[in-house]
């Protein structure tokens, strides 16, 4: 088995590791507490390096190694998701948030203004 993996291995060009760990440090691992499935020693976070080392290896691009990982793990797998459905009210809140806050400032500041006349 050890020997079968490393043969594996020894088969991905330097181009191919290298979009390995670069697509590994974007996805997270499932069991651990946001940690990148690159940085993580769990059993699962190796077997979903194996994962998309073999899916790099089999020909799929970066975004179809990414799409496999979503449909098999869901849409949390991915350490920065994407900004359509749901996930839009995700990066859109800081900003509201901010903007919120800028207009109670004001409303703050222009009564206090207001007060003192």
Avoid: H
Avoid at 72 to 95: D, H, M, Q, S
């Amino acid at each position: 088995m050890i020997a079968a993996v490393l043969l594996f291995l020894a088969a991905l060009t330097p181009e191919q590791a290298a979009r390995a760990e670069r697509i590994a440090k974007d996805i997270r691992c499932v069991v651990c507490q946001n940690q990148s499935v690159a940085d993580s020693e769990a059993e699962l976070a190796k077997v979903m390096r194996r994962i998309i080392e073999e899916r790099i290896a089999a020909g799929d691009n970066d975004a179809e190694v990414r799409g496999y990982l979503v449909a098999r793990y869901g849409e949390t797998v991915l350490l920065r998701p994407t900004a359509e459905g749901a996930n839009i009210v995700l990066w859109a809140a800081p900003a509201m948030v901010l903007v919120l806050g800028a207009l109670w400032a004001f409303s703050l500041l222009r009564g206090g203004a207001k007060a003192a006349s």
